[in-house]
């Protein structure tokens, strides 16, 4: 039997993911010093997002899909991951959990993201998110002396082991009732079939399985306790990386293999939504840890990206997509300033900022104005576009209670203004600048701006 | 010949049972086994389905599930070791750093 070399072109950029997060692994046992490692890291990241535009096409027999959709969420990918290496570099310093895994496994994880957003097929999808899940319990518990980054590690791999297993149940159920695991044919198979239990059965599956992916209530159970603990670089990068991953399959699953029953599974996320945006933004209101609140704040966005999704026009997707490329830069930006103060996990701690430190306080101000949605920041563009691409698909109703959930959360996020220009400070508040963090910082900020002037940079 | 429907019932019966025990169990070890069971429950329904489908693509799923199930395992146990060595501890109920 012959069996033909297949095309590596479209697969180029993972493959020097992989190969690169491989060779640092060696590099470790080298260096002493694990700096180059974060620039090799950086330089890598930008080799790949040199090779993407050029990555076009499909291969493996049409497992592997890489196309203009799955292009926009590599970019996200490759600027969560280099925001994350930024901002890291010094803080795991600081924190002591400086490995050279660190980075390879960062690696890792993008890739599987990277994969997940290009399958064609149920198998790669399986294989990349197992990849990209695996890497992350490992990172969230990275400070392995430390209780509450071990619990998180802990946490975060029952409940993810937990989904991906329903994730299997529901493929199995569709590969028994279609006699096939690739998308598009699932899709022209259940173009001629319609709706059946089973089916019913392993979309609500596969639902709550990547509702867990992109900690959808209710099954966001795990998000605070694992962003709480886990050291903030992974926070952030969890907070980004992985939501954008698991709505780039939700896009690709529901979007591709379930286009005919789309009136099934509108049902089911309309539900988890509206659940989603409630729960996010009411328990925040109460929360006394900065990265609890940031973690109930992102299963908040999370409910508004699936607006988009809801939407089940190309409008609603794309609105989808620059939500998630918008909120990589404004969270991001927002877990930098956490770094960057010596004591900044308690709201408490920001009390009076604005007077011994006013340009650090002025920076939290931008991003939280941005997760609140006000203009002229990025954060207004990404609602604006998802609650239009949501009425013109007739889902006004929807749009006005995703409205006053945004107006909620202005009290959170203002909470914590107010903290910084109106209450007296307790203590002086010790900074730790870095060269990287500050790079990282003004990447943030200046994309906030300029997304929230120029919308067009991000859109199309 | 053993009929399909026989297999997917005993899939789904072991699945339905890893899921009980992983939400009513409180030992992480059991809880660990638990999240085997249900894998398994699924290797068992992909084998049947691509031996009545007289295709390969299930047994292919089949061989993945069990590697990346390993290494799952892999990790999940030595995520359990990094605990227990800061906190004697292998019960949900005394892992509570975190709540709120």
């Given at each position: 039997m012959n069996i033909p070399f297949p095309n590596l072109a479209p697969v180029t950029p993972e493959i020097i993911m992989a190969v690169a997060a491989s060779i640092i692994l060696i590099f470790d046992l080298i260096l002493k010093d694990k700096s180059p490692l974060a620039l090799l890291t950086i330089c890598v990241a930008g080799a790949t997002l040199y090779f993407i535009p050029s990555s076009l096409g499909e291969t493996f027999g049409g497992m592997f899909i890489s196309d203009s959709y799955s292009m926009y969420f590599?970019?996200?990918?490759?600027?969560?991951?280099?925001?994350?290496?930024?901002?890291?570099?010094?803080?795991?310093?600081?924190?002591?959990?400086?490995?050279?895994?660190?980075?390879?496994?960062?690696?890792f994880a993008t890739t599987g993201m990277m994969i997940m957003a290009s399958s064609g097929d149920l198998i790669?999808?399986?294989?990349?998110?197992?990849?990209?899940?695996?890497?992350?319990?490992?990172?969230?518990?990275?400070?392995?002396?430390?209780?509450?980054?071990?619990?998180?590690?802990?946490?975060?791999?029952?409940?993810?082991?937990f989904s991906s297993s329903l994730l299997l149940y529901g493929i199995s159920l569709i590969y028994g009732l279609t006699t096939t695991t690739d998308i598009a044919k699932i899709a022209a198979y259940l173009k001629?079939?319609?709706?059946?239990?089973?089916?019913?059965?392993?979309?609500?599956l596969i639902a709550v399985s990547f509702s867990f992916k992109i900690a959808a209530a209710p099954f966001h159970m795990w998000a605070p306790d694992v962003y709480e603990g886990a050291p903030t670089s992974i926070t952030a990068f969890m907070s980004v990386g992985p939501k954008a991953a698991g709505f780039a399959v939700i896009g690709r699953v529901f979007y591709g293999a379930f286009q005919s029953v789309q009136a099934d599974w509108t049902g089911i996320l309309i539900g988890i939504a509206i659940l989603t945006m409630a729960v996010g933004n009411i328990i925040a209101l109460s929360q006394t840890n900065i990265k609890r609140m940031l973690a109930y704040s992102?299963?908040?966005?999370?409910?508004?990206?699936?607006?988009?999704?809801?939407?089940?026009?190309?409008?609603?997707?794309h609105a989808m997509m620059t939500y998630l490329m918008i909120y990589a830069f404004m969270n991001i930006g927002a877990f930098a300033i956490v770094i960057l103060l010596d004591k900044g996990e308690e709201i408490k701690d920001y009390n009076g900022l604005a007077k011994s430190r006013p340009a650090v306080a002025a920076l939290m101000l931008v991003f939280m104005f941005s997760l609140t949605g006000i203009p002229p920041t990025a954060g207004f563009i990404g609602k604006f576009n998802i609650f239009m691409a949501l009425i013109n698909a007739g889902y006004a109703w929807l749009a006005v209670i995703a409205v006053i959930f945004s107006s909620i959360s202005a009290y959170y996020y203002l909470r914590i203004v107010m903290n910084m220009y109106m209450k007296d400070m307790e203590e002086e508040a010790v900074i730790n600048p870095s060269p990287s963090l500050g790079l990282a910082i003004g990447i943030t900020v200046l994309m906030v701006f300029a997304i929230g002037i120029m919308p067009s940079i991000v859109i199309g | 010949m053993v009929p399909l429907n026989w297999y997917i019932g005993l899939s789904s019966v072991i699945f339905m049972i890893g899921v009980v025990g992983f939400l009513i169990r409180r030992n992480i070890i059991v809880m660990l086994m638990s999240i085997?069971?249900?894998?398994?429950?699924?290797?068992?329904?992909?084998?049947?389905?691509?031996?009545?489908?007289?295709d390969l693509r299930g047994q292919i799923l089949v061989f993945f599930v069990i590697?990346?199930?390993?290494?799952?395992a892999a990790i999940g146990l030595a995520i359990l070791v990094a605990l227990y060595k800061n906190k004697a501890a292998v019960h949900t109920n005394e892992i509570t750093e975190m709540k709120g």
């Open positions: 590599k970019l996200i990918f490759m600027v969560n991951l280099i925001l994350t290496v930024l901002i890291s570099l010094k803080y795991i310093q600081r924190q002591k959990a400086e490995y050279g895994e660190y980075y390879s496994l960062l690696l790669v999808l399986y294989l990349g998110l197992e990849l990209m899940a695996l890497s992350t319990y490992i990172l969230a518990g990275i400070k392995r002396h430390d209780i509450k980054s071990n619990e998180a590690a802990i946490k975060y791999f029952l409940l993810g082991a001629q079939t319609g709706t059946s239990t089973p089916l019913l059965m392993s979309m609500i992102s299963i908040a966005h999370a409910g508004y990206a699936l607006l988009g999704v809801i939407a089940g026009t190309q409008a609603g997707l | 085997e069971l249900m894998l398994n429950a699924v290797n068992i329904s992909l084998v049947a389905f691509s031996h009545y489908l007289q590697t990346v199930a390993a290494s799952e």
